[in-house]
């Protein structure tokens, strides 16, 4: 093949390429109208037997015209998450639940600061960020609003947000006061001692990370602090998104972070220190998925991460547990015992299999 004919071909893909995201832009405004149809018909955004029927067809397209079906899946699977992800912020933004309401995030130039600005900014809240890092103008205003603000998120790492409520119990903000953190036995005595005063207290964990756009997939863990109201407002703000919500006592949330948190994370930085001090020439699928992962956690703040390990009573167990499975793992292989690994397997097969 010359030049020219080379040329012309990559002419022609760029041509296809703006035509497909074209296509891709028009059926997510397309989907939006249909998410505008179900709220005014009180229906869910999400509709699986309706996505299912969406994929069938896309593969059996896929065979029609000569394509690999998992192609086709690969791509209306990105559409249908960004339709849903529209649909989920039209939602929000049509509840208007902080419309003619302020609020106040403290470390809200962090990462999930930053998020949770966005998502209160989208139902209508006046935001400022509380954090030496905002503008001056922001941290004025977010600083003057703070007593009377309608809300007040303390997007700040467990302990600081502790010592916070601390200082805020002689004259705590009138609002609802809720923090996002991982862990919450360090603030389950400070959250008493605010209540103590008539301070309006909720708590709840969103388990996902800031690059979030699409909550369908998502946890978000909502404690009873034993403030009926509070916690009803806060509970508020997830109400018309895809997220689901689980409601947990407050003292039971971190008893289930140490096998959610401490484990998975304990399992992720364990991998990356065990890594080659010189990088191998190949790389598996397992291996690339787990270096995919492991380079996205260590990357995250370890101030937050160790409060995750050393902050919950919890850790210790599942650490335990860590290292045995380990050393089971590892036992079986020095005996050459191909029975008792197999058996190792079966094993992890059953236990995985719950989380399916």
Not at 66 to 92: C, F, H, K, M, Y
Not at 109 to 117: C, K, L, S, Y
Not at 308 to 337: F, T
């Amino acid at each position: 093949m010359n030049p020219i004919e080379t040329d012309a071909l990559r002419a022609r893909i760029r041509e296809l390429d703006r035509t497909l995201v074209a296509l891709a832009a028009e059926r997510v405004a397309v989907a939006r109208q249909v998410g505008d149809a179900k709220r005014v018909a009180d229906q869910p955004i999400v509709d699986y037997a309706q996505e299912r029927v969406v994929l069938e067809r896309a593969r059996d397209t896929a065979t029609a015209v000569g394509l690999d079906p998992r192609v086709a899946e690969a791509i209306l699977v990105t559409l249908i998450r960004a339709a849903v992800g529209a649909q989920d912020q039209d939602s929000w933004r049509h509840a208007a639940v902080g419309q003619g309401k302020t609020a106040v995030i403290v470390g809200g130039e962090g990462r999930m600061g930053r998020w949770f600005a966005r998502f209160l900014t989208d139902q209508g809240y006046v935001v400022g960020a509380l954090d030496l890092r905002a503008t001056g103008d922001e941290h004025a205003w977010a600083q003057a609003a703070l007593p009377t603000a309608d809300l007040v998120v303390c997007a700040t790492p467990p302990a600081a947000t502790a010592a916070l409520y601390e200082r805020w119990i002689p004259a705590p903000p009138a609002g609802v006061i809720v923090d996002i953190a991982s862990i919450k036995t360090p603030l389950i005595g400070p959250i008493r001692q605010l209540q103590a005063t008539g301070a309006s207290v909720a708590s709840v964990h969103p388990l996902f990370g800031p690059s979030v756009v699409l909550l369908r997939e998502c946890d978000v863990v909502i404690c009873d602090t034993g403030d009926t109201g509070a916690t009803a407002m806060v509970e508020q703000l997830f109400t018309s998104t895809t997220a689901r919500l689980i409601n947990l006592p407050l003292d039971e949330h971190d008893r289930l972070m140490a096998d959610v948190l401490t484990l998975a994370h304990a399992t992720v930085i364990a991998f990356a220190l065990a890594l080659p001090d010189t990088a191998v020439p190949v790389r598996s699928t397992t291996l690339g998925a787990l270096q995919t992962l492991s380079a996205s956690l260590v990357r995250e703040s370890p101030d937050v991460y160790y409060e995750i390990q050393a902050l919950n009573p919890n850790s210790a167990g599942a650490l335990d547990r860590l290292a045995r499975a380990i050393g089971r793992v590892r036992a079986a292989v020095e005996a050459r015992d191909s029975e008792s690994f197999s058996a190792l397997m079966r094993e992890g097969e059953e236990k995985t299999s719950l989380y399916s």
